[in-house]
């Protein structure tokens, strides 16, 4: 919790990189208890975090890994500040109709839960800028139209809206879904126990590079957790080795 308020703090204050660095370190320590709810959060505020560095493809894994954890706990407040957070993602890269069945579907999420629209007035310029780009773009009767429409997907709904429905830049990233020899080096290496601290060493990456393929890999399998993909390696029988 305390890493988690310093990097809040951090962030407010511009200084992002430290702030990612104690979200790094959040996750680190919660996976490897097998924790959840502390997770969800920290991923979701990393997830900002690397948008603000540029690092969008990394922000919507992020997010969206985000997004699984809160379903599997019925955590209806982060699975809305996930969804507002993937809206100004969707803006910024001009998808502003998806951008405005997003920002939708996290205003009725917080009606639900009677929360206020955000949580922190420092990323209010970020809901601004949202607002801003889809009215320009849609006019406003279509951008109340397509809030609407998020505004009455219901809870699963709206997550499957935000997980199965990629933009082009995500796709054209994204050509594959089948994890690569490195990922599946990696998988074996999590079925192992190791840390990604661990795995960096053992593969002479850096630990964010080893994280980050952590991330590839829960976000091409559809899983939550390091468990599923020690599982996943198990019963696919796969050695890298061999490839």
């Not at 502390?38 to 540029?54: D, E, Q, T």
Request: hydrophobic residues 45%.
């Amino acid at each position: 919790m305390n890493l988690a308020t310093i990097g809040v703090t951090l962030e407010l204050l511009n200084e992002t990189d430290q702030a990612i660095e104690c979200y790094e370190r959040v996750l680190s320590i919660t996976e490897a208890h097998g924790e959840i709810m502390f997770r969800s959060y920290a991923l979701w505020a990393l997830g900002i975090a690397v948008w603000r560095k540029s690092d969008r493809d990394r922000a919507v894994r992020l997010l969206q890994q985000s997004l699984r954890l809160g379903r599997s706990v019925n955590d209806r407040m982060n699975i809305r500040l996930c969804l507002q957070a993937l809206a100004w993602i969707s803006a910024d890269d001009k998808d502003t109709r998806r951008a405005a069945v997003l920002l939708g579907a996290s205003e009725e999420m917080s009606r639900s839960v009677g929360s206020s629209r955000l949580i922190f007035p420092g990323l209010l310029v970020f809901q601004k800028a949202c607002e801003h780009e889809i009215s320009n773009s849609l006019g406003e009767r279509s951008f109340l139209a397509a809030r609407h429409k998020g505004a009455g997907m219901g809870f699963n709904a709206a997550i499957d809206y935000a997980l199965g429905e990629i933009t082009k830049a995500t796709r054209a990233a994204s050509p594959s879904t089948r994890p690569t020899k490195r990922e599946r080096e990696v998988a074996k290496l999590v079925s192992q126990g190791l840390t990604n601290k661990e795995i960096a060493a053992h593969l002479v990456i850096s630990p964010r590079t080893a994280q980050g393929h952590v991330e590839h890999l829960l976000m091409k399998l559809g899983f939550t957790s390091r468990a599923q993909i020690a599982v996943w390696f198990a019963e696919s029988r796969v050695d890298p080795a061999e490839h």
